[in-house]
């Protein structure tokens, strides 16, 4: 089983429609992210949380919600898609430890891709 | 703001050597990390660079200039399976990495 899961791995939905992706992880992990890929413009922030009462918004925020449910579950909400939403979105996990100690190494997940017509 | 700058494609024959070239512009700065991204995949961590200097990991390496602002990823004795993206992030320090958009290497027989 893989270490970082999301689900679901694919989704077709239509614009206006309440969408979640859902993160899980058994790496024992306390900081989460979520991030999303557009053809070209690499990876973007879009949430993290570093604990269950530690949440917060990264570069694109607007028209994304999220919840850490528990230490091993992270979600990504859309709560009224749009086409432009339409995009490759990957969870992530790290431990880092500090920030001059730490190797810079996310583990991600296997990606869910949204297509919101 | 932050940003992170990379030629958006590279290609290189097999057995050759390719450099992928990364400068930043950030407001705080930690380290440079790289990652590789097969199409249809996840990124999965490469190499990181705290320090200025060359760090060797089998085929890759990758430097860093904190002076220049500036970092590398070579890849030595390219195979096909090297065929994929590669990005390059930073640690600011903003709890998070940033990433550049990506380096798609080519690697043809």
């Known amino acids: 089983d893989a270490d970082v899961t999301q689900t679901p791995r694919n989704r077709i939905t239509k614009t206006g429609k309440r969408i979640m992706l859902e993160c899980s992880q058994t790496?024992?992990?306390?900081?989460m992210y979520w991030y999303r890929q557009d053809p070209g413009l690499g990876l973007r922030l879009i949430y993290y949380?570093?604990?269950?009462?530690?949440?917060n918004k990264g570069e694109i925020s607007d028209g994304y919600s999220v919840s850490r449910q528990a230490q091993a579950k992270f979600s990504l909400s859309l709560e009224s898609a749009i086409p432009n939403q339409t995009a490759l979105y990957f969870c992530a996990t790290s431990d880092l430890p500090g920030l001059a100690s730490n190797t810079g190494e996310l583990f991600f997940g296997e990606g869910s891709r949204l297509t919101v017509l | 703001g932050q940003s992170l700058e990379q030629p958006s494609e590279v290609t290189a024959v097999e057995g050759a050597i390719v450099q992928i070239n990364c400068t930043y512009q950030t407001s705080g700065f930690y380290g440079l990390s790289w990652y590789q991204q097969h199409d249809g995949g996840a990124p999965t961590f490469l190499s990181y660079n705290a320090l200025d200097g060359l760090e060797e990991t089998g085929r890759f390496s990758s430097f860093l200039s904190r002076s220049d602002s500036y970092g590398y990823l070579l890849l030595q004795e390219l195979q096909m399976k090297d065929s994929a993206s590669y990005f390059c992030?930073?640690?600011?320090?903003?709890?998070?990495?940033?990433f550049g958009s990506g380096t798609r290497l080519q690697v043809q027989p």
């Open positions: 949380s570093f604990d269950v009462k530690d949440i």
């Open positions: 790496k024992g992990h306390d900081r």
């Open positions: 992030a930073a640690d600011t320090g903003r709890r998070a990495l940033t």
